[in-house]
């Protein structure tokens, strides 16, 4: 019996030791106790019959359980390390993946926005260009259509023996204007002519503030905020006993008003097809051909080139040839007609983009219609 149970504990024992030395399973500690607690009864009671029996069936249980414990497969800390680096992964590209949507996602209604903010923009800005189309559409509606054989009582009627024609004029405060602007002249004081290039859309109204030359630059005929604005004449210039060049400004639109035409005299088929321009002022009406077209910039102050913008009446022929012979040098294709000393010049100037400050400018002499 003593061989028996020293047998069961050396095997018993040799088996915790095997447990032991796994790295991936120790042995559990309701078994170790178990074996132990039956290991005290073998050496400290003394066991009889059935009950001796008994306890060494259910140590054989134990031990079985044990050894069958040890015979299934484990994992090792090499596949549960892999394992856990697999699951880990997964989860990064998972997150990743989640992270990458997020940024498509933020970037999808970023540009959403600003097409929509453009979108909305464009659509302002061409409906205001609309409201002020209209508004000069009404201004036009102002002109006074009179005939010689139905003269108004308030007209003032001069001869023009050159001409033989009569000009019709009248007095709105203090001013004798033609009668066909009064009307004008009088819902704005600031009202000098009207210009008009036949055969484009060039057809507006022409404001003259000296004290304030850029007035009008954002304000329409009537004074109100219009992003377009209203052509206006250069402070330096006079109209009435006009300087040798008169200039006008004007918005370069794209919507293709205002002066958004004049860019395209860079094309000598379009300059051939609009020679000429009509400036007519509150004092008389003025036909003029143009004489150069060009694009330029405006020079910093201590630059001594060619600047356009700067002549408005010639000291001398010398002078007002060099001005005349720089603006058709400017110019990308010949123009045949030129200008003399004593002929009056209109220039007409607007952005161009082709570099910074850049102008566009076309050159006109006045003549007999």
Request: proline share 2%.
């Amino acid at each position: 019996m003593s061989k028996n149970k020293n047998s069961r504990e050396k095997m018993a024992e040799e088996i915790m030791k095997k447990v032991s030395e796994r790295s991936s399973r120790a042995i559990n500690n309701d078994e170790l106790d178990s074996y132990l607690s039956n290991k005290k009864n073998f050496e400290t009671e003394k066991l009889t019959g059935d009950k001796r029996t008994d306890e060494r069936m259910k140590l054989d249980s134990e031990i079985d359980k044990i050894l069958n414990d040890m015979s299934q497969p484990t994992e090792t800390s090499t596949e549960k390390n892999k394992k856990l680096a697999e699951k880990m992964a997964k989860e990064a590209k998972l997150s990743k993946k989640k992270s990458k949507n997020k940024i498509y996602n933020i970037l999808i209604a970023l540009f959403a926005a600003v097409f929509l903010f453009s979108a909305g923009y464009i659509g302002l800005y061409y409906y205001r260009t609309y409201k002020n189309e209209k508004r000069f559409a009404k201004v036009r509606g102002m002109v006074v259509d009179v005939n010689d054989s139905d003269l108004p009582e308030d007209a003032i009627v001069e001869e023009d023996k050159e001409k033989a024609e009569k000009k019709l004029f009248a007095f709105v405060n203090g001013v004798k204007v033609q009668y066909k602007y009064k009307n004008i002249f009088d819902k704005n004081n600031d009202f000098i002519g009207w210009l008009k290039i036949p055969g484009t859309n060039i057809d507006y109204p022409v404001m003259y503030t000296p004290e304030d030359e850029e007035y009008y630059l954002r304000r329409d005929f009537n004074k109100d905020y219009s992003i377009a604005g209203t052509l206006f004449v250069s402070a330096h210039s006079t109209v009435e006993n006009p300087s040798d060049n008169i200039i006008i400004y004007g918005h370069h639109m794209k919507t293709k008003t205002m002066f958004r035409e004049l860019v395209d005299y860079e094309d000598e088929d379009f300059y051939k097809s609009h020679k000429y321009i009509n400036f007519n002022t509150i004092f008389s009406d003025n036909k003029y051909e143009v004489i150069a077209a060009f694009k330029t910039n405006i020079k910093a102050k201590d630059d001594t080139s060619f600047k356009y913008y700067k002549f408005f009446n010639a000291a001398s022929k010398e002078e007002f040839d060099e001005y005349v012979s720089n603006v058709k040098s400017l110019t990308p294709y010949n123009i045949p007609v030129t200008a003399e000393y004593g002929d009056k010049l209109i220039t007409l100037s607007t952005c161009s983009y082709h570099t910074d400050d850049g102008r566009f400018v076309v050159v006109a002499k006045r003549i007999e219609d």
